[in-house]
Structures are given as structure tokens and as C-alpha cells.
């Protein structure tokens, strides 16, 4: 199983991403699995802050998400994700991570999700600083 690193909410910057100073990737493709174990940490840390209660995930919609890996194998992601009840795209940002994992929920650890107009276009930024074009 996979972990996705790295998630926060942002209104607007990326205090808690800048800290982070990666090495910008190459596009990479993700699996299916991958595709499936950040769709489920996402919706997961959108619960964990309240943005959608617990037995909303079907009111959730995922758009592109989009990979880059470094030289030293990190993984990074960025992707988009809405409330059906939204105006506007969110943006998420993360890491994966290769390595079991037991507990549902520790796929996803501290990092940024762009909630806001402003967030998700700072957040846009720092992706494709990173090599990751959605």
C-alpha cells in the first residue's frame, strides 16, 4: 500500500509546503492503487477537518491528478477535488510514500490543500515549481 504525505488546509500561501524544499521531478504516471489510496486519504483528511462529514465521500468529486518523482524517488502530487455543493475546485498537494501502512488515515500527513480561490492558485504555483502540471 501506498502513503500520501503531506496535507493541510490552506486559505491562502503555502507556509506549511515552502518549509519543504524538494527537488523538482519528472512527470511520472500513477497506478490505479496509488490513484485509489490518495482519493481515500484526501476524502479522509477533508472528514478529519470537517470540510465533509462522514458519510459524504460520495459527494466528493476527484479531477486530473498529476505526479512528479525526484532523483531521489519521492513522489509528488498534486490533484484537484470539490464538494459537489462548491463553486470552485480545491487543490491538494502531497507526497507518496511506499510502505505498508495499518491505520486508514496515516497515508496522510501534514501538508497543504489550497480551500480558496487564492490557495488553490498559490498551491497551483508550487506544484509546477515541483515539476507537477496538472
Known amino acids: 500500500m ?3 504525505f503531506c496535507l493541510a488546509i490552506l486559505t491562502a500561501g503555502l507556509s506549511a509546503c515552502q518549509t ?12 490505479s492503487d496509488q490513484i485509489s489510496d490518495v482519493k481515500a486519504s484526501v476524502v479522509e483528511d477533508l472528514r478529519d477537518a470537517f470540510l465533509i462529514d462522514v458519510e459524504s465521500d460520495n459527494r466528493v468529486q476527484f479531477g486530473k491528478i498529476a505526479a512528479a518523482k ?3 524517488g519521492i513522489i509528488s502530487l498534486c490533484g484537484y477535488v470539490r464538494r459537489r455543493a462548491d463553486a470552485h475546485d480545491m487543490v491538494f498537494y502531497g507526497i507518496l510514500e511506499n510502505f505498508p501502512s495499518r491505520l486508514h488515515n496515516d497515508r496522510v500527513l501534514a501538508g497543504a490543500l489550497g480551500k480558496d480561490p487564492e490557495g488553490a492558485a498559490s498551491l497551483l504555483a508550487f506544484c ?7
Open 2 to 4: 501506498s502513503r500520501l
Open 20 to 31: 519543504a524544499k524538494l527537488e523538482r521531478g519528472t512527470s511520472v504516471r500513477l497506478t
Open 70 to 72: 525526484n532523483s531521489k
Open 128 to 134: 509546477r515549481d515541483q515539476g507537477i502540471n496538472l
